[in-house]
T-cell receptor, first 114, second 114 residues
């Protein structure tokens, strides 16, 4: 079955520290991959997406993600976290050419210590 | 500006009542989706529609109903058959093709049973 796994439920980092949020997928072929961010009580905002090509993808708010086929991973990174980055982050995937229904991970709650 | 509008932002339901959540988009997207979000469970798909007058059940459709009479609108009815309706509900839409692939989300409706 197709699935997306975010192994970390909660992560706490200090402001100014680097961040890496993990995401692993299980699909027959390389899926389309996405990262979304959700502030409390709000909808989800797209940070970045990967379809093919360059495995390092740049997104909004200074985030980037690296696709690693050998590890079935699509980890989200930021070199220096700001207090405003505290939110919940969701990884998602969709089968290429197989319709546009996304499968979401269960999310990682990021807390930023000042 | 184009986007998705969900209303109301907060909704209270008495036991045994049906309630309808509104979702309208002006993005000219073909596909629309309803998700339920509960703490620690990520996003679970309730219903989705890829074309007007057609929709499919998602993973947790029991106790819910939808209609798709217009491309712009995809209302969700939470019926009295839904035993635990208190949750945060998110509507999303997507284009089916190309670089627009990926969802645009509304800001959500929080439903509480009183």
């Amino acid at each position: 079955a197709q699935s997306v796994t975010q192994p970390d439920i909660h992560i706490t980092v200090s402001e100014g520290a680097s961040l890496e949020l993990r995401c692993n997928y299980s699909y027959g072929a390389t899926p389309y991959l996405f990262w979304y961010v959700q502030s409390p009580g709000q909808g989800l905002q797209l940070l970045l997406k990967y379809f093919s090509g360059d495995t390092l993808v740049q997104g909004i708010k200074g985030f980037e993600a690296e696709f690693k086929r050998s590890q079935s991973s699509f980890n989200l990174r930021k070199p220096s976290v700001h207090w405003s980055d505290a939110a919940e982050y969701f990884c998602a995937a969709a089968p290429p050419g197989g319709g546009n229904k996304l499968t979401f991970g269960t999310g990682t709650q990021l807390k930023v210590e000042l | 500006d184009g986007g998705i509008t969900q209303s109301p932002k907060y909704l209270f339901r008495k036991e045994g009542q049906n309630v309808t959540l509104s979702c309208e988009q002006n993005l000219n997207h073909d596909a629309m989706y309803w998700y339920r979000q509960d703490p620690g469970q990520g996003l679970r798909l309730i219903y989705y529609s890829q074309i007007v007058n057609d929709f499919q059940k998602g993973d947790i459709a029991e106790g819910y109903s939808v209609s798709r009479e217009k491309k712009e609108s995809f209302p969700l009815t939470v019926t009295s058959a839904q035993k635990n309706p208190t949750a945060f509900y998110l509507c999303a839409s997507s284009s089916r093709t190309g670089s627009n692939y990926g969802y645009t989300f509304g800001s959500g409706t929080r439903l509480t049973v009183v």
